[in-house]
């Protein structure tokens, strides 16, 4: 089983709608979590880290689930500039990053 | 711009070849990294260097060797590669390398290597 795991997608959503995806751990050990974005053929760039409580950042909401080891990311009222790759990236401890493979989010008119 | 740049964006080289990869960062930061990516696999953490000193060597081919002289700069030394190894290979660079919060990594836009 892969460290972090996410649905390679693509998410087709129309735009104004509500998308929400997960990615899961194996690692119970792992500290914090974070969500990056990354465009085509450009570079990640952190989008949010995500609180045990959860958190919400304008339209993005993340969840962290550690009972079920997953986090998830919702994004509303998708605009068509939300199209991107999202990384789901965990801490382990000794501060080892972890990517997944990314989810593909493709918002059309 | 991120505040870490890389130098070349894009990199073809021979077998045989010798060349390197650039990156510098102006954040003041302490750590940085190289990651590859390829196309359908997750990133892949290469090296990491704190304070100039190297942490990590994640079993990585001694056909890659970085080099590290200060906490701004970091190079990758590329020779006598594989065409396997055509990536995108990111460098990124964070506060430092412990949980904290503040340690996100901030990448730079990538060089693209293809190796003929």
């Known amino acids: 089983r892969k460290e972090v795991e996410q649905d390679p997608g693509p998410f087709n959503v129309p735009e104004g709608a509500t998308v929400a995806f997960n990615c899961t751990y194996s690692n119970s050990a792992s500290q914090s979590f974070f969500w990056y974005r990354q465009d085509c053929r450009k570079e990640p760039k952190l989008l949010m880290s995500v609180y045990s409580s959860g958190n919400e950042d304008g339209r993005f909401t993340a969840q962290l689930n550690r009972a079920s080891q997953y986090i998830s990311l919702l994004i509303r009222d998708s605009k068509l500039s939300d199209s991107a790759t999202y990384l789901c990236?965990?801490?382990?401890?000794?501060?080892?990053?972890?990517f997944g493979g990314g989810t593909r989010v493709l918002v059309k008119p | 711009e991120t505040g870490v740049t890389q130098t070349p964006r894009h990199l073809v080289m021979g077998m045989t070849n010798k060349k390197s990869l650039k990156c510098e960062q102006h954040l003041g930061h302490n750590a940085m990294y190289w990651y590859k990516q390829s196309a359908k696999k997750p990133l892949e953490l290469m090296f990491v260097?704190?304070?100039?000193?190297?942490?990590e060597n994640n079993s990585v081919p001694s056909r890659f060797s970085p080099e590290c002289p200060n906490s701004s700069h970091l190079f990758l030394h590329l020779h006598t590669l594989q065409p396997e190894d055509s990536a995108l290979y990111l460098c990124?660079?964070?506060?430092?390398?412990?949980?904290?919060?503040?340690?996100?990594?901030?990448f730079g836009a990538g060089s693209r290597l293809t190796v003929l």
């Open positions: 990236v965990q801490r382990a401890a000794g501060n080892k990053l972890t």
């Open positions: 990124a660079s964070s506060a430092g390398t412990g949980v904290s919060g503040a340690n996100v990594l901030t």
């Open positions: 260097y704190n304070f100039k000193e190297q942490t």
